[in-house]
């Protein structure tokens, strides 16, 4: 298990932008894909965008393509998410999370091994 650690979330307002982070405590080029998953409380994880060790593929949900940006630093054991243009509809729960083997899917949060403990994002009108 690796641990993994959300940083840069905050308020914004509409139409701005945040940064979010996520520290590994292991080296990431060894973790297969990894991902970010945002919650709003009382609905269920939902898949925002992940990265594949092997090619470097990209994914997003529909909702946020375009405005997000998912890249992985293997030098820094870091994985990132640019987020632009938020609307208040992002408001949620950042999580990142990693598979430690790939398991072909990448937007189910039950093939994710290792979570963050989240990060607040809140976009206000």
């Known amino acids: 298990q690796v641990q993994l650690v959300e940083s840069g979330g905050g308020l914004v307002q509409a139409g701005g932008s945040l940064k979010l982070s996520c520290a590994s405590s292991g080296r990431i080029f060894i973790l297969d894909t990894m991902g970010w998953f945002r919650q709003v409380t009382g609905k269920e994880r939902e898949f925002v965008a992940a990265?594949?060790?092997?090619?470097?593929?990209?994914y997003y949900a529909n909702s946020v393509k375009g405005r997000f940006t998912i890249s992985r630093d293997n030098a820094k054991n870091t994985l990132y998410l640019q987020m632009n243009s938020l609307k208040p509809e992002d408001t949620a729960v950042y999580y990142c999370?990693?598979?430690?083997?790939?398991?072909?899917?990448?937007?189910?949060?039950?093939?994710?091994?290792?979570w963050g403990q989240g990060t607040q994002v809140t976009v206000s009108s």
């Open positions: 999370a990693a598979q430690l083997v790939g398991r072909g899917s990448v937007s189910q949060p039950g093939v994710y091994d290792s």
């Open positions: 990265i594949t060790r092997s090619d470097g593929a990209l």
